[in-house]
Nanobody
Framework: VQLQASGGGLVQAGGSLRISCEAS????????MAWFRQAPGKEREFVAT???????YYADSVKGRFTISRDNAKNTVFLQMHSLKPEDTAVYYC?????????????????WGQGTQVTVSS
């Protein structure tokens, strides 16, 4: 599975941004997809995951502000981010897993994209 993330950028606090991750190499609809993020000097942390049939799970820090979704026809997973805060600044990575389970640790994901930078200015 190859993953290509895109859509990052610079946004002011309180703003919105949508990032995307396109997958190839395997039937996309069979994959659990997730977003993680990693700020400088910190470990990679779970943000959100979406299972094969659309069930979603979120980190408490983003619940109510971020929405993960998928378009199986386009082999793409999205992360819509609203009410962004400076502490959301990080490189955002998409991950994929062949199990239909809401894993929340990076070690449980088999495949990773290259990451896209999201910077929120105060």
């Amino acid at each position: 599975v190859q993953l290509q993330a895109s859509g990052g950028g610079l946004v002011q606090a309180g703003g919105s941004l949508r990032i995307s991750c396109e997958a190839s190499g395997r039937t996309f609809s069979s994959l659990t997809m997730a977003w993680f993020r990693q700020a400088p000097g910190k470990e990679r942390e779970f943000v959100a995951t979406i299972l094969r049939y659309g069930s979603t799970y979120y980190a408490d820090s983003v619940k109510g502000r971020f929405t993960i979704s998928r378009d199986n026809a386009k082999n793409t997973v999205f992360l819509q981010m609203h009410s962004l805060k400076p502490e959301d600044t990080a490189v955002y990575y998409c991950g994929a897993n062949v199990d239909n389970y809401p894993y929340m640790r990076p070690s449980e994901y088999n495949y990773w994209g290259q990451g896209t930078q999201v910077t929120v200015s105060s």
